[in-house]
């Protein structure tokens, strides 16, 4: 495997320089260091940090799913790169999300809150927030559109999301007599 460690300094004034390149492990990284002033700010490509301040958190998703239901179509937030910018876009978001901070991506579809687990708080926020019109995923608006309703829900049930108890087993016990729940066999 090519190991080799590379540095470039370029473009150097006296008040604003240089990119360096790194060429490590047959990987190459560009980083841009922008000097300006007495202040520095490395500035790296992070798919999916739509406000550039380094993370993909609760910010960046609900900045996605603002643009997903103003259909502007804005090229920053074409994550998938078909040139549109629609709900397959949050669905790559997640992947790169997921892959960035660790939250497995079946925890990360319902963690409302953006808190890294998927609790009762994530169903909760979802059913205060029932009719409320807003595009935020972090109150509860799965799907992207102008509002928090039962689609959402759906949305959120389907995957897996946590409930509170009592309703947690009137579905389980409606599975049953649906036959949709598997039974122990003796
Ligand atoms: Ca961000
Ligand atoms: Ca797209
Ligand atoms: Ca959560
Ligand atoms: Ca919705």
Redesign the pocket.
Known sequence: MLQTSHSIYCCEDSSRHSLFSLLRYGTFTLTALVFLGAQSVLATALTG?????????S??VNLLTAEIESGFHDPTFDVDGDGLVTLPDLDEFFLFYSAESGVPLAIALVDINFDKVNTVADYQILQTNLSALTTDFTSGNLNADSSVDTADRSLYLSRGGVVPEPMGSTLVLAAIVCGLYPRRRR
Do not use: S
């Not at 940090?49 to 958190?57: E, K, L, N, R, V």
């Open positions: 940090d739509f406000d550039f301040d380094g993370d993909i958190d910010v960046d």
